[in-house]
């Protein structure tokens, strides 16, 4: 009795455990996976062009506040299609509801490696994706780089 209460006490504070995590830091989580970067790519900015630091500031922070609406956006869609996908097709007052063709279309992965077993040709050849861009901002006790002269620190004899 006492070893079945204290595995439910250890599953409950696991999965506590868990989802605190997801919800407090999934970045960290996803980070230490993948701590490896990529060169930078073609036309970024020469030293001549760079723009202040107050500018990239005001960028990263309006780009961050896309993505959140983003992804707002993206678990409204998700929740409203529980409810419309289960609809047959037909009109629901002013709203009708049908299904067309997609014009999307994507290789059919399992089909081309039978080929290329069948063939001999060894490996299907998969290139990676294009890098994601991610923006962190820092906390407010860090220095910004590059420092300004005057802030940086004497060093004592």
């Not at 294009?130 to 590059?146: C, G, H, K, N």
């Amino acid at each position: 009795m006492l070893n079945r209460t204290a595995r439910r006490v250890s599953c409950g504070f696991r999965a506590v455990s868990d989802a605190v995590r997801s919800v407090v830091a999934p970045t960290a989580l996803v980070r230490s996976a993948q701590p490896e970067t990529v060169p930078d790519p073609e036309g970024v900015f020469t030293p001549e062009e760079m723009p202040g630091v107050e500018e990239v500031e005001a960028t990263a922070a309006a780009y961050n506040t896309a993505c959140d609406a983003g992804r707002a956006a993206d678990r409204g869609k998700r929740e409203a299609r529980k409810l419309l996908d289960r609809l047959p097709a037909g009109v629901y007052g002013r709203v009708t509801v049908e299904r067309t063709p997609s014009s999307r279309t994507t290789a059919d992965l399992d089909s081309i490696r039978a080929t290329y077993e069948r063939l001999g040709l060894g490996p299907v050849p998969m290139r990676t994706c294009a890098p994601s861009l991610r923006i962190t901002e820092a906390a407010a006790d860090v220095v910004a780089f590059p420092a300004p002269a005057d802030a940086a620190p004497a060093l004592a004899a």
